[in-house]
Structures are given as C-alpha cells and as structure tokens.
C-alpha cells in the first residue's frame, strides 16, 4: 500500500511558476508515477507521467514545453514543475502511483493508476 500526498499548491499570477511536491509513504522506484487535474465541472485528465526508472517522461499537449516531472527515488518523492503558468492550468493536481511491470511503462489513464494523493489546489489569475 502507497500513501501519496501532494503540496506546493497555491494561488500564483498568469506567468508564475510552482512547484509540486509528492511525498509517498514507501518506496517509490517499482512505481511509474502521474500527475493529474481536475477542473470544476470537468474530468480527471492526465499532465504528465514518468517511469519507474525515470528516464522516460510524457505531458499532455497542454502542457508541454511549460511543466516538467522529475522525481527522487532517494526521498520517495516526485515533482511537478510549472512554469509559465495560464488560467487554464486552474485545477486540483493530484499525484497517482502504479507498480509498473517494466522501467519503460508509462500510464496516460486514470484507471492505470492504483494509487492517489487527495491534491492539491493550484489557482492561476489572470
């Protein structure tokens, strides 16, 4: 069992940056992990996954080019870096862990995933 909990969120003007944190409970390097948002009114949609090995990422459209994931095995933790952020980026994130049967899978489906965080809010103002 993974316990996932997720920080760094807050309100930040159009053009700023965060930076989310994902801590686990346990040993995170079997785990290809995911980032997620949900805006009101809207479905969970996939940002951005990583590899249990790191060495493979992927982002949605939207996002690509502006966010970048990364994680530390050392610490169990992933990241989500934001940058040049819009309104549109408005959402609960949350993080998601599945046990990967190889250091290649990557998982774009919230179904994919076994295990979430409970999120955090990141506000973006025009």
């Known amino acids: 069992q993974v316990q996932l909990v997720e920080s760094g969120g807050g309100l930040v003007q159009a053009g700023g940056s965060l930076r989310l944190s994902c801590a686990a409970s346990?040993?995170?390097?079997?785990?290809?992990m995911g980032w997620f948002r949900q805006a009101p009114g809207k479905e969970r949609d996939f940002v951005a996954g990583?590899?249990?090995?790191?060495?493979?990422?992927d982002y949605s459209d939207s996002v690509k080019g502006r966010f970048s994931i990364s994680r530390d095995d050392a610490k169990n933790s992933v990241y989500l870096q934001m940058n040049n952020l819009e309104p549109e980026d408005t959402a609960v994130y949350y993080c998601?862990?599945?046990?990967?049967?190889?250091?290649?899978?990557?998982?774009?489906?919230?179904?994919?995933?076994?295990?979430w965080g409970q999120g955090t809010q990141v506000t973006v103002s025009s």
């Open positions: 346990g040993r995170t390097s079997s785990y290809a």
């Open positions: 990583i590899t249990s090995s790191g060495g493979r990422t």
């Open positions: 998601a862990a599945v046990r990967a049967p190889s250091t290649i899978s990557l998982y774009r489906r919230t179904r994919s995933y076994d295990y």
